[in-house]
């Protein structure tokens, strides 16, 4: 029995490809330097804590998932992340919803939760291959993170869908641009060589 992995072995560590870590390094300093602009506006109050406002976690998870989703390009990835995470929030929305009408309706809490969930659940599965843009993992995951504060769900969807944008277009356009004209530099540098 032959194993096609034998001659690669494992391997803790490996080296990324020439220039790779450079344009990583370059993100994490737009990430970081994006942290501290959100830190700095809450701190100072500017930002203000009720009503209309950018929440941290629908705002930065986007660049994760932008990330995450490699087999894509950064347009595909930006397309899906943004529909992706407004159909996951309006999903919990749904949910959320659903779970208010079937306890007022008399079923436990547990029952009124797990029932919409299972069918959220199996709408984003099983219409994915067909709409993969809009219901895809980022949607899944979007879901998820919303019910870490269930209760305010459908109060801070208006902020949530302005964070999950902002954090796309600011974000994600901006690390994918500072990737683009990394690549073109490299790229000039080695053909003048």
Not at 73 to 87: E, I
Request: proline share 5%.
């Amino acid at each position: 029995m032959s194993n096609t992995n034998e001659n690669k072995g494992f391997k803790l560590l490996h080296k990324p490809p020439k220039g790779k870590l450079q344009a990583l390094v370059l993100v994490f300093l737009w990430i970081a330097l994006w942290n501290v602009v959100y830190e700095t506006v809450h701190i100072l109050g500017i930002m203000p804590h009720e009503g209309l406002r950018i929440v941290n976690w629908p705002f930065f998870i986007s660049v994760a998932i932008f990330f995450l989703q490699e087999e894509l390009s950064y347009k595909d990835r930006f397309l899906h992340t943004l529909c992706g995470g407004a159909v996951g929030l309006l999903l919990a929305a749904a949910v959320s919803l659903s779970v208010k009408a079937l306890t007022g309706a008399g079923l436990s809490y547990l029952a009124a939760v797990c029932i919409p969930l299972v069918f959220i659940i199996g709408l984003l599965i099983l219409t994915r291959p067909f709409i993969p843009m809009f219901f895809n993992d980022v949607g899944f995951v979007y879901l998820i993170c919303s019910f870490i504060q269930s209760d305010k769900i459908i109060p801070d969807l208006p902020s949530h869908m302005l964070s999950l944008v902002l954090g796309s277009i600011i974000l994600n356009l901006g690390a994918s641009g500072i990737i683009t004209l990394y690549k073109k530099s490299r790229a000039k540098k080695a053909t003048k060589k």
